[in-house]
């Protein structure tokens, strides 16, 4: 895993953005395409700001996919994942991109939604995955103890206490009882089937994760730390997240 340390949080969001951007650059330019993963999240605003800046991406030939959403959550919620990628992502592109996949929350069967996306998704390899990971160490929505063994590409997965409350803390819900419960997420296999992985984590609030993720034992107790086993991942963080890096 190559760590990268921003002098703050929006030269650490520059930095990953440039790196997700060289991957895309060349996949377009090698086959003509790129698929992409985008996560959501307090976490992301700078990256993704910067991520649509970037020069001589054709978007027209990017398709991409997001991680997670909560189960039967409107996209007219604030806190709604669909809302956010299509607020801060999808409407910033220079030009509309050739697809962006939704997670449906609202879908009425969700083994059906479940399906539906991962048809999608292994229709051909994926570039780049742009993630972060939570206070709990989760990547996506696999709380810990994370399953690292599924082949499925997406799954209905329960959201523990403190992955919940970090939804309040960073203000999409007013209180833990209005967190949902329950959230579709791409699974962990899927997310290291990547060709590249750039993460960007930012704040010190995450610095204890960060360092279960990057210093601590592979285990699904810190469901990020799997990321030290992907050949090609790159954490970006700035000087707080990685302040209790030895």
């Known amino acids: 895993m190559k760590i990268v340390i921003g002098a703050d949080k929006l030269d650490m969001a520059g ?3 440039d790196a997700a951007a060289a991957v895309i650059r060349k996949a377009i330019a090698e086959r003509g395409e790129a698929r992409i993963i985008v996560a959501t999240g307090a976490s992301q605003f700078e990256f993704l700001a910067a991520l649509v800046k970037e020069p001589g ?6 398709t991409g996919f997001h991680l997670d ?3 039967g959550l409107p996209v007219t ?3 709604s994942f669909r809302a956010y990628m299509r607020e801060r992502f999808v409407s910033k592109t220079p030009q509309p991109m ?4 939704d997670v449906n929350g609202n879908a009425p069967d969700t083994a059906a939604e479940c399906a539906r996306l991962e048809s999608l998704v292994r229709e051909a390899p994926i570039d ?3 993630i972060g990971i939570g206070e709990n160490g989760h990547i996506a929505f696999n709380d810990p103890p994370a399953d690292f063994d599924t082949n499925a590409a997406y799954r209905v997965v329960p959201l523990d206490e403190k992955c919940r409350m970090q939804q309040v803390g960073e203000g999409w819900f007013a209180s833990l009882d209005e967190v949902p419960a329950y959230a579709f997420s791409m699974t962990v296999k899927q997310i290291m ?3 590249a992985i750039v993460c960007t984590v930012p704040d010190a609030r995450k610095a204890d994760a960060v360092k279960g993720a990057v210093e601590g034992p592979v285990t699904n107790r810190c469901p990020s730390s799997v990321l030290q086993l992907h050949p090609d991942c790159a954490m970006f963080l700035d000087p707080p997240a990685a302040s209790k890096l030895s």
């Open 193 to 195: 089937w990547s060709h």
């Open 128 to 130: 780049v995955a742009c």
């Open 15 to 17: 930095r990953a953005a």
């Open 57 to 62: 991406i054709d978007w027209t030939k990017v």
């Open 77 to 79: 919620h604030p806190a």
């Open 69 to 71: 959403e909560y189960v």
């Open 98 to 101: 050739k697809v962006f996949h």
